[in-house]
């Protein structure tokens, strides 16, 4: 019960990390966790060996944590009985993260291969030079696209990783960092053209186009919303083309959940009711050549459907601020019960020593009055024997003698 109230709160801060990421942060983020990694896995050191693992998920969990907020969460680390071993490792990180640079941070270079086939992204970095250490050295990899924050994507062991297409861009940032938990190790930035590994020619088209919500209706014949999307032609030029439409739940974006190819600049997608989605496209010339790439994908909200025409779809897609207003209020909304709880589990736990020590003392005070008793009993006694006189139980008998007598 302790560890499940410390994960879900772990969860749920989650969930606003990325707003605002500072390097220092990842840097202590990452070392922090690859302390993790050192002190509670055994033989392969990896991520996903650490998940596995309740101490070592713990302490993965706990190390953002810390990081985002340590005045608050700082109380957490004298609570052994709901910080265990694995947030404990971390709480030690997070007050003691003075991380030292080496002398220059390693290089790394980086490429990106797009996959057809699986319709991802493989990004894949070597260091110039292997650094000297035993420690586990954790590398970041973070995202940003124009006028956007730097976000976290993942944190591995190893050289590469694989992103869903809809995630990455020709005006998407990357940073990958690295350190182990004494140093930070390396440091590169790069961009998406620049890193990408192309085997075939692509078009890069037309700058700016994504695309744009027509209409969405409930479907007379099921449950779903039949969502009419649409987006610019290839130039006639290029002879016949294909467009591939990918559409996905923004609550699990690595995912397709919807997948058609067509001829037609169009498309209508069947939809779940109350959900939000990220539709793109792809354009593909008769040669099979890419047409250039969305440069953002349509925000869906199926939450707010409009029966009719939509002639000015941008207020449609203005929910992300309501989104995040009242994903923030769930948060705080959660953190404080959570709180609460920790605090109500002490109070309750404290009430219950002071009543059983109260008890402890009002049995101790009877025991005592009763040994005072008896001794004062047992020297009325001996008095009574010294003097002479019978004692109450003699005096009763003799009582007993004269009324048998009178009768």
């Known amino acids: 019960m302790r560890y499940l109230v410390l994960v879900l709160v772990a969860f749920c801060v989650r969930s606003t990390y990325g707003e605002n990421v500072l390097m220092e942060t990842v840097f202590a983020v990452t070392a922090c966790r690859s302390a993790c990694l050192d002190e509670h896995t055994v033989l392969v050191k990896t991520e996903k060996n650490c998940k596995d693992d309740l101490n070592c998920t713990m302490c993965w969990e706990t190390c953002e944590m810390m990081n985002q907020n340590l005045k608050l969460w700082r109380s957490l680390c004298t609570v052994p009985e709901v910080c265990l071993p694995g947030c404990q490792t971390a709480c030690k990180m997070s007050t003691d993260n003075s991380l030292s640079e080496n002398d220059a941070l390693v290089p790394l270079s980086v490429t ?14 070597i260091p110039e030079r292997l650094p000297e ?50 140093h930070q190790i390396a440091f590169t930035e790069t961009n998406f053209v620049n890193s990408l590994v192309t085997e075939k020619k692509v078009y890069l088209g037309d700058g700016n186009w994504s695309p744009q919500l027509v209409s969405m209706v409930r479907s007379d014949t099921s449950t779903g919303i039949l ?59 008769s040669d099979g050549i890419i047409y250039g790439d969305t440069t953002q994908a349509l925000v869906i909200n199926t939450k707010k459907l409009i029966s ?31 709180v609460s709880y920790i605090v109500l589990y002490f109070i309750m736990s404290k ?37 002479g006189k019978p004692s109450l139980s003699d005096t009763r008998n003799s009582s007993k003698k004269e009324l048998i007598l009178s009768v």
């Not at 924050?149 to 694989?162: F, G, R």
């Not at 974006?253 to 190819?261: A, C, F, I, R, Y």
């Open 112 to 125: 990106t291969k797009f996959d057809r086939d699986t319709k991802r992204y493989t990004l894949h970095w």
């Open 227 to 285: 969502t009419t999307i649409t987006w610019p032609r290839i130039p006639e030029e290029f002879g016949p083309n294909e467009y591939e439409v990918s559409w996905n739940a923004v609550g699990d974006p690595m995912e397709v959940t919807g997948h058609l190819q067509t001829s037609e600049n169009k498309a209508v997608l069947t939809l779940w009711p109350d959900s939000i989605y990220l539709v793109t496209v792809d354009r593909y010339t």
């Open 351 to 387: 009430v219950a020593r002071e009543g059983r020590e109260e008890d402890r003392k009002k049995a101790l005070q009877a025991s005592l009055m009763f040994d005072k008793a008896n001794k004062l009993r047992k020297v009325l006694v001996n008095q009574e024997l010294i003097n």
């Open 308 to 338: 009719s025409h939509l002639g000015d779809v941008s207020t449609l897609c203005n929910f992300e601020d309501k989104f995040h207003i009242s994903n923030s209020a769930y948060i705080l909304v959660f953190v404080v019960v959570s």
């Open 133 to 182: 250490s035993r420690r586990t050295i954790l590398y970041t990899v973070l995202f940003k696209d124009k006028g956007e924050d730097w976000q976290i994507i993942t944190q591995t062991v190893n050289y590469a990783v694989e992103i869903k297409g809809n995630l990455i861009g020709r005006t998407t940032a990357i940073r990958i960092l690295a350190a182990n938990v004494t």
